[in-house]
């Protein structure tokens, strides 16, 4: 059984940043592809980046491209998405995602939802504009 929980949301203004964290225990992650989502009210989950093992792929929203990173520690089991110039279209409550079925290759990475079979609680992150 793997637990994952986010932190580092709250209220930002437009143009600030965010770090998101999201911490993994109950089994080894570093052979593990990791992912951000994001649901905002009303709307459905929709991808915002993911990670394979050790950052080597990674692949991002069009939307958040160049404003978002995302990295791991797994050293420390950690996911991290470090968000820059914030926009009220940010708004949302931001999921991480993992999946731990079976070891991956450092090249695979999921950009669809329906891949991960462990997820977190969620974060809400609020951009005033």
């Known amino acids: 059984q793997v637990h994952l929980v986010e932190s580092g949301g709250g209220l930002v203004q437009t143009g600030g940043s965010l770090r998101l964290s999201c911490a993994a225990s109950g089994r080894t992650f570093s052979r593990s592809p990791m992912g951000w989502f994001r649901q905002a009210p009303g709307k459905e989950r929709e991808f915002v980046a993911a990670t394979s093992l050790s950052v080597g792929f990674r692949s991002y929203a069009d939307s958040v491209k160049g404003r978002f990173t995302i990295s791991r520690d797994n050293a420390k089991n950690t996911v991290y998405l470090q968000m820059n110039s914030l926009e009220p279209e940010d708004t949302a409550v931001y999921y991480c995602?993992?999946?731990?079925?079976?070891?991956?290759?450092?090249?695979?990475?999921?950009?669809?939802?329906?891949?991960?079979?462990?997820w977190g609680q969620g974060t809400q992150v609020t951009v005033s504009s």
């Open positions: 995602a993992g999946r731990f079925d079976r070891d991956y290759s450092n090249t695979y990475y999921a950009r669809d939802p329906d891949a991960y079979d462990s």
